[in-house]
Protein backbone atom coordinates (compact mmCIF):
# COMPACT_ATOMS: atom_id res chain seq x y z
CA UNK A 1 0.00 0.00 0.00
CA UNK A 2 1.13 3.52 -1.16
CA UNK A 3 2.03 5.80 1.95
CA UNK A 4 -1.06 8.05 0.56
CA UNK A 5 -3.02 4.68 0.74
CA UNK A 6 -1.51 4.13 4.22
CA UNK A 7 -3.14 7.66 5.18
CA UNK A 8 -6.17 7.41 4.05
CA UNK A 9 -6.98 3.78 5.76
CA UNK A 10 -5.42 4.90 9.15
CA UNK A 11 -7.69 8.20 8.52
CA UNK A 12 -11.26 5.96 7.75
CA UNK A 13 -9.61 3.88 11.32
CA UNK A 14 -9.67 6.93 13.22
CA UNK A 15 -13.18 8.07 11.94
CA UNK A 16 -14.52 4.89 12.54
CA UNK A 17 -12.86 4.94 16.01
CA UNK A 18 -14.22 8.71 16.80
CA UNK A 19 -17.36 8.12 15.92
CA UNK A 20 -17.97 5.11 18.43
CA UNK A 21 -16.45 7.30 21.42
CA UNK A 22 -18.39 9.89 20.53
CA UNK A 23 -21.95 7.88 20.57
CA UNK A 24 -20.22 5.82 23.89
CA UNK A 25 -19.62 9.38 25.52
CA UNK A 26 -23.01 10.95 24.63
CA UNK A 27 -24.77 7.63 26.00
CA UNK A 28 -22.44 8.01 29.62
CA UNK A 29 -24.02 11.88 29.68
CA UNK A 30 -27.51 10.66 29.46
CA UNK A 31 -27.15 8.08 31.86
CA UNK A 32 -24.93 9.80 34.54
CA UNK A 33 -26.26 13.53 34.29
CA UNK A 34 -29.98 12.63 32.16
CA UNK A 35 -29.30 15.84 29.98
CA UNK A 36 -31.65 16.81 27.34
CA UNK A 37 -31.72 15.33 23.56
CA UNK A 38 -30.43 18.83 22.56
CA UNK A 39 -27.90 19.24 24.79
CA UNK A 40 -26.30 15.74 24.03
CA UNK A 41 -26.67 16.56 20.21
CA UNK A 42 -24.53 20.01 20.79
CA UNK A 43 -21.92 17.87 22.44
CA UNK A 44 -21.78 15.68 19.65
CA UNK A 45 -21.62 18.43 17.24
CA UNK A 46 -18.97 19.76 18.76
CA UNK A 47 -16.64 16.44 18.93
CA UNK A 48 -17.71 15.62 15.63
CA UNK A 49 -16.66 19.14 14.44
CA UNK A 50 -12.56 18.59 16.24
CA UNK A 51 -13.15 15.13 14.87
CA UNK A 52 -13.30 16.20 10.79
CA UNK A 53 -10.96 18.87 11.33
CA UNK A 54 -8.44 16.07 12.86
CA UNK A 55 -9.07 13.74 10.08
CA UNK A 56 -8.92 16.47 7.57
CA UNK A 57 -5.48 18.21 8.25
CA UNK A 58 -3.64 15.88 10.34
CA UNK A 59 -5.06 12.39 9.63
CA UNK A 60 -5.29 11.54 13.36
CA UNK A 61 -8.27 11.58 15.43
CA UNK A 62 -9.71 11.77 19.00
CA UNK A 63 -8.10 8.93 20.87
CA UNK A 64 -4.69 9.84 19.00
CA UNK A 65 -4.38 13.67 18.99
CA UNK A 66 -1.88 15.28 21.23
CA UNK A 67 -1.74 18.62 23.29
CA UNK A 68 -0.07 20.58 20.62
CA UNK A 69 -2.66 19.54 17.70
CA UNK A 70 -5.63 20.44 20.52
CA UNK A 71 -4.57 23.88 20.22
CA UNK A 72 -3.79 24.22 16.68
CA UNK A 73 -7.52 23.03 16.11
CA UNK A 74 -8.77 25.58 18.48
CA UNK A 75 -6.48 28.64 17.01
CA UNK A 76 -8.06 27.47 13.51
CA UNK A 77 -11.14 28.11 14.69
CA UNK A 78 -10.54 31.58 16.06
CA UNK A 79 -8.63 32.62 12.77
CA UNK A 80 -11.66 31.20 10.62
CA UNK A 81 -13.88 33.70 12.72
CA UNK A 82 -15.31 31.71 14.99
CA UNK A 83 -16.87 34.14 18.55
CA UNK A 84 -14.71 32.98 21.75
CA UNK A 85 -17.71 32.09 23.35
CA UNK A 86 -18.22 29.15 20.81
CA UNK A 87 -14.72 28.54 21.31
CA UNK A 88 -15.10 27.95 24.69
CA UNK A 89 -18.29 25.82 24.22
CA UNK A 90 -15.97 23.92 22.53
CA UNK A 91 -13.02 23.62 24.84
CA UNK A 92 -15.53 22.65 27.10
CA UNK A 93 -16.89 19.80 25.25
CA UNK A 94 -13.38 18.52 24.63
CA UNK A 95 -12.50 18.72 28.15
CA UNK A 96 -15.51 16.93 29.30
CA UNK A 97 -14.76 14.41 26.90
CA UNK A 98 -11.26 13.49 27.86
CA UNK A 99 -11.50 14.08 31.27
CA UNK A 100 -14.37 10.99 30.85
CA UNK A 101 -12.00 8.97 28.48
CA UNK A 102 -9.49 9.17 31.24
CA UNK A 103 -11.66 7.39 33.98
CA UNK A 104 -13.20 4.98 31.46
CA UNK A 105 -8.95 3.89 31.33
CA UNK A 106 -9.46 4.83 27.45
CA UNK A 107 -6.90 7.70 27.26
CA UNK A 108 -3.89 7.66 30.02
CA UNK A 109 -3.80 11.07 29.22
CA UNK A 110 -5.95 14.16 29.39
CA UNK A 111 -4.76 16.18 26.13
CA UNK A 112 -6.73 19.39 27.55
CA UNK A 113 -5.31 19.27 31.15
CA UNK A 114 -3.26 22.30 30.33
CA UNK A 115 -5.18 24.25 28.09
CA UNK A 116 -6.35 27.04 29.53
CA UNK A 117 -10.16 28.53 28.98
CA UNK A 118 -10.61 31.71 27.93
CA UNK A 119 -11.72 34.26 29.82
CA UNK A 120 -15.00 35.59 29.01
CA UNK A 121 -17.66 38.52 29.67
CA UNK A 122 -20.69 37.77 30.41
CA UNK A 123 -23.30 39.13 28.28
CA UNK A 124 -26.16 41.23 29.45
CA UNK A 125 -29.54 39.09 28.10
CA UNK A 126 -31.13 40.88 25.16
CA UNK A 127 -35.01 41.47 26.32
CA UNK A 128 -38.30 42.99 25.29
CA UNK A 129 -39.75 46.12 26.83
CA UNK A 130 -43.19 45.83 28.33
CA UNK A 131 -44.61 47.62 25.42
CA UNK A 132 -43.18 45.48 22.74
CA UNK A 133 -43.97 42.37 24.66
CA UNK A 134 -47.75 43.30 24.66
CA UNK A 135 -47.49 44.67 20.85
CA UNK A 136 -46.20 41.08 20.38
CA UNK A 137 -48.49 39.10 22.24
CA UNK A 138 -51.49 41.07 19.99
CA UNK A 139 -49.83 40.38 17.02
CA UNK A 140 -51.39 37.06 16.04
CA UNK A 141 -54.93 36.53 14.47
CA UNK A 142 -56.78 35.20 16.58
CA UNK A 143 -59.83 34.93 14.55
CA UNK A 144 -58.21 31.88 12.96
CA UNK A 145 -56.89 28.41 14.82
CA UNK A 146 -53.21 28.84 14.19
CA UNK A 147 -53.60 32.86 15.57
CA UNK A 148 -55.27 31.53 18.49
CA UNK A 149 -52.93 28.82 19.57
CA UNK A 150 -49.79 31.26 18.45
CA UNK A 151 -51.54 33.80 21.19
CA UNK A 152 -52.12 31.17 23.90
CA UNK A 153 -48.11 30.20 23.81
CA UNK A 154 -46.83 33.58 23.45
CA UNK A 155 -49.00 34.22 26.56
CA UNK A 156 -47.56 31.26 28.41
CA UNK A 157 -44.24 31.83 26.96
CA UNK A 158 -44.12 35.27 28.87
CA UNK A 159 -46.37 34.15 32.08
CA UNK A 160 -44.55 31.36 32.96
CA UNK A 161 -40.52 31.94 31.32
CA UNK A 162 -40.37 28.45 30.44
CA UNK A 163 -37.30 27.59 27.75
CA UNK A 164 -39.06 26.96 24.28
CA UNK A 165 -38.30 23.22 24.56
CA UNK A 166 -40.34 23.05 27.68
CA UNK A 167 -43.35 24.96 26.07
CA UNK A 168 -43.50 22.81 22.65
CA UNK A 169 -42.71 19.92 25.26
CA UNK A 170 -46.10 20.27 26.96
CA UNK A 171 -48.81 18.00 27.12
CA UNK A 172 -52.49 18.32 28.31
CA UNK A 173 -51.99 16.55 31.48
CA UNK A 174 -49.45 18.96 32.50
CA UNK A 175 -51.59 21.81 32.98
CA UNK A 176 -53.59 22.77 36.62
CA UNK A 177 -55.87 24.93 34.37
CA UNK A 178 -58.09 24.96 38.54
CA UNK A 179 -54.98 25.77 40.66
CA UNK A 180 -53.55 28.10 37.93
CA UNK A 181 -50.17 25.75 37.81
CA UNK A 182 -48.40 24.09 35.11
CA UNK A 183 -45.84 21.66 36.08
CA UNK A 184 -42.68 21.86 34.04
CA UNK A 185 -40.11 18.96 33.27
CA UNK A 186 -36.86 20.67 33.18
CA UNK A 187 -33.07 20.03 32.81
CA UNK A 188 -32.14 16.89 33.64
CA UNK A 189 -35.76 15.68 34.02
CA UNK A 190 -36.19 18.35 37.42
CA UNK A 191 -39.92 19.41 38.19
CA UNK A 192 -41.10 22.63 39.11
CA UNK A 193 -44.62 24.27 39.44
CA UNK A 194 -44.90 27.94 37.56
CA UNK A 195 -48.05 29.96 37.79
CA UNK A 196 -49.57 30.64 34.78
CA UNK A 197 -51.50 34.09 35.43
CA UNK A 198 -55.15 35.12 34.47
CA UNK A 199 -54.19 36.28 30.85
CA UNK A 200 -52.29 33.05 29.98
CA UNK A 201 -54.93 30.76 31.65
CA UNK A 202 -57.97 32.73 29.84
CA UNK A 203 -56.17 32.19 26.16
CA UNK A 204 -54.88 28.75 26.93
CA UNK A 205 -58.93 27.87 28.08
CA UNK A 206 -60.01 29.70 24.36
CA UNK A 207 -57.39 27.64 22.55
CA UNK A 208 -58.27 23.93 24.46
CA UNK A 209 -62.03 24.92 23.24
CA UNK A 210 -62.28 26.07 20.21
CA UNK A 211 -58.69 25.72 18.11
CA UNK A 212 -57.19 22.52 19.28
CA UNK A 213 -59.44 20.51 18.41
CA UNK A 214 -59.58 22.43 14.52
CA UNK A 215 -56.16 22.13 13.94
CA UNK A 216 -56.07 18.39 15.40
CA UNK A 217 -59.37 17.74 13.36
CA UNK A 218 -59.67 14.19 15.22
CA UNK A 219 -56.20 13.28 14.55
CA UNK A 220 -54.21 11.93 17.81
CA UNK A 221 -52.06 14.44 18.87
CA UNK A 222 -50.41 14.28 22.26
CA UNK A 223 -48.76 17.33 23.00
CA UNK A 224 -50.17 20.64 24.50
CA UNK A 225 -49.46 23.16 20.80
CA UNK A 226 -50.47 21.16 17.64
CA UNK A 227 -50.59 21.51 14.08
CA UNK A 228 -52.79 20.82 11.49
CA UNK A 229 -50.57 17.38 10.78
CA UNK A 230 -51.63 16.33 14.27
CA UNK A 231 -48.09 16.65 15.25
CA UNK A 232 -46.57 18.85 17.97
CA UNK A 233 -44.98 22.51 17.27
CA UNK A 234 -41.73 22.00 16.86
CA UNK A 235 -39.13 24.69 18.57
CA UNK A 236 -38.05 25.84 15.01
CA UNK A 237 -41.62 26.08 13.34
CA UNK A 238 -42.39 28.36 16.66
CA UNK A 239 -39.66 30.81 16.18
CA UNK A 240 -40.18 31.25 12.97
CA UNK A 241 -43.68 32.36 13.66
CA UNK A 242 -42.13 34.57 16.56
CA UNK A 243 -40.55 35.99 14.34
CA UNK A 244 -43.07 36.78 11.56
CA UNK A 245 -45.32 38.40 14.63
CA UNK A 246 -42.68 40.41 16.03
CA UNK A 247 -42.09 41.59 12.33
CA UNK A 248 -46.08 42.24 12.40
CA UNK A 249 -45.72 44.38 15.71
CA UNK A 250 -42.89 46.51 13.99
CA UNK A 251 -40.06 44.81 16.66
CA UNK A 252 -37.06 45.42 14.36
CA UNK A 253 -34.72 43.93 16.83
CA UNK A 254 -33.50 40.34 16.68
CA UNK A 255 -35.80 37.54 18.66
CA UNK A 256 -33.77 34.72 19.82
CA UNK A 257 -35.25 31.62 21.08
CA UNK A 258 -34.55 32.78 24.76
CA UNK A 259 -35.88 36.58 24.41
CA UNK A 260 -39.18 36.29 26.32
CA UNK A 261 -38.00 34.34 28.98
CA UNK A 262 -35.60 36.83 29.10
CA UNK A 263 -38.28 39.12 29.42
CA UNK A 264 -40.37 37.17 32.15
CA UNK A 265 -37.19 37.25 34.63
CA UNK A 266 -36.83 40.96 33.65
CA UNK A 267 -40.16 42.37 34.23
CA UNK A 268 -39.91 40.45 37.36
CA UNK A 269 -37.11 41.70 39.00
CA UNK A 270 -37.84 45.59 37.30
CA UNK A 271 -40.83 45.07 39.61
CA UNK A 272 -39.18 43.80 42.26
CA UNK A 273 -39.44 40.19 42.70
CA UNK A 274 -37.33 38.42 45.18
CA UNK A 275 -34.27 37.15 42.88
CA UNK A 276 -34.85 33.43 44.53
CA UNK A 277 -38.22 33.40 43.37
CA UNK A 278 -37.10 33.99 39.96
CA UNK A 279 -34.67 31.26 40.26
CA UNK A 280 -37.21 28.51 41.18
CA UNK A 281 -39.51 29.84 38.20
CA UNK A 282 -36.55 29.73 35.94
CA UNK A 283 -35.65 26.73 37.15
CA UNK A 284 -32.08 27.71 37.44
CA UNK A 285 -29.88 25.11 39.64
CA UNK A 286 -27.95 27.90 40.83
CA UNK A 287 -28.43 31.54 42.04
CA UNK A 288 -25.32 32.72 40.28
CA UNK A 289 -27.39 32.17 37.16
CA UNK A 290 -30.42 34.48 38.05
CA UNK A 291 -28.01 37.29 39.47
CA UNK A 292 -27.35 38.53 35.75
CA UNK A 293 -31.05 39.50 36.04
CA UNK A 294 -29.76 41.87 38.60
CA UNK A 295 -27.67 43.71 36.25
CA UNK A 296 -30.44 43.96 33.63
CA UNK A 297 -32.30 46.09 36.26
CA UNK A 298 -29.42 48.06 37.18
CA UNK A 299 -29.61 48.89 33.12
CA UNK A 300 -32.84 49.64 33.20
CA UNK A 301 -32.28 52.01 35.93
CA UNK A 302 -29.45 54.24 34.71
CA UNK A 303 -30.63 54.62 31.22
CA UNK A 304 -33.91 56.20 33.06
CA UNK A 305 -31.48 58.00 35.50
CA UNK A 306 -30.18 59.25 32.40
CA UNK A 307 -33.00 60.04 30.53
CA UNK A 308 -35.08 62.05 33.23
CA UNK A 309 -32.64 63.36 35.92
CA UNK A 310 -31.67 67.10 35.03
CA UNK A 311 -27.74 65.80 35.77
CA UNK A 312 -28.43 62.39 34.08
Known sequence: MTSDGAQAADSAGADTVD?????????????????????????QSDLRHCAAWLRDRLGSGLMTVRRDQLLGYLSASVQAGVRPRTSARRLSTLRQFYQWACREQLL????????????????????????????LLAAPDTGTAEGLRDRAMLE???????????????????????QGLVRVVGKGGKERL????????????RYLADARPT?????PGDQ????????GMTRQAFWYRVKKHAAAAGIASDLSPHT???????????????????????????????????????ERLQALHARHHPRG
Open 108 to 135: DDDPTAQIESPRLGRPLPKSLSETQVEA
Open 156 to 178: VLYATGLRVSELVGLVPDQLGLA
Open 260 to 298: LRHAFATHLVNHGADLRVVQLLLGHSSLSTTQIYTHVAR
Open 224 to 231: LFATRRGA
Open 194 to 205: VPLGDDALDWLR
Open 19 to 43: TAMIERFADALWMERGLSRNTLQSY
Open 215 to 219: LLDGQ
